[in-house]
């Protein structure tokens, strides 16, 4: 049986897995972002800091549900 409590870890592990999954992408397509658009080369290195940022947010809530699934 599934509780209320399971499908709120449920719920954040998605959250988690989107939110890594499109700073992959944006870390990955960041050149060819800047480079279509036609920034300065300084957005582009302003596209990695954010990309850092989710995955560091990601690491402290998957840390989060560790211990939440384990406590």
């Known amino acids: 049986m599934s509780t209320e409590h399971d499908r709120k870890i449920a719920r954040r ?10 700073a992959g992408l944006a870390a990955i397509f ?7 658009t036609g920034l300065a080369p300084r957005f582009e290195f302003l596209i ?3 990309a850092m940022a989710a995955f ?3 690491l ?12």
Do not use: H
């Open 13 to 22: 592990g998605r959250m988690v897995a989107l939110v890594i999954a499109c």
């Open 30 to 36: 960041a050149p060819y972002i800047v480079s279509w």
């Open 48 to 50: 990695y800091f954010a």
């Open 56 to 58: 560091l947010w990601s």
């Open 60 to 71: 402290v809530v998957t840390w989060q549900i560790w211990r939440a699934r384990n406590g």
